[in-house]
């Protein structure tokens, strides 16, 4: 075997092995969200109302960005001794609030609910601690339905 050849394998060699450094050290760098990744989900505030209804608020991470958030109203009838899903809404946009804010002390300002048929409904949440509490944002409860205003 030339020498010539044995340096353009050694060569080859070195250059892999640096590829497979970088490749690897790229890896290790990267941010893993196996374990480490806030819940994509979680309940802000909750009430039942006499034996019929059961409500609940429920933030839900924006899958797109890591700072964004949907809050869920949802209805639960009271059914064969167990709460089932009657209906549900967005409260406000999608991804138009802020997890962070949505998921700490204080992100409930105002959640008000009334035992009677219908129901009503009225949530504001805290949008930033330096901009404060959401404009109240009113519902109804009717016949294990939801509806705005």
């Not at 109302?49 to 924006?62: H, W």
Request: glycine share 8%; hydrophobic share 40%.
């Amino acid at each position: 075997m030339s020498l010539n050849r044995i340096r353009t394998r050694r060569g080859t060699a070195v250059a892999a092995a640096l590829l497979m450094a970088v490749g690897l050290g790229a890896a290790a760098a990267a941010p893993s969200s196996a374990g480490t990744a806030a819940p994509r989900t979680q309940t802000i505030a909750s009430s039942v109302l006499g034996s019929d209804y059961k409500v609940t608020l429920t933030a839900l991470r924006s899958t797109q960005d890591e700072y964004a958030a949907s809050v869920r109203l949802q209805v639960y009838k009271q059914a064969d001794g167990a709460w089932k899903e009657s209906d549900r809404v967005t409260v406000g946009e999608v991804d138009g609030w802020f997890w962070y804010p949505l998921t700490g002390r204080g992100a409930v300002c105002e959640f008000s609910t009334a035992s009677t048929e219908p129901a009503p409904l009225t949530v504001s949440l805290l949008v930033t601690p330096s901009i404060g509490c959401s404009d109240p944002a009113h519902f109804t409860v009717k016949d294990g339905k939801v509806y705005a205003g």
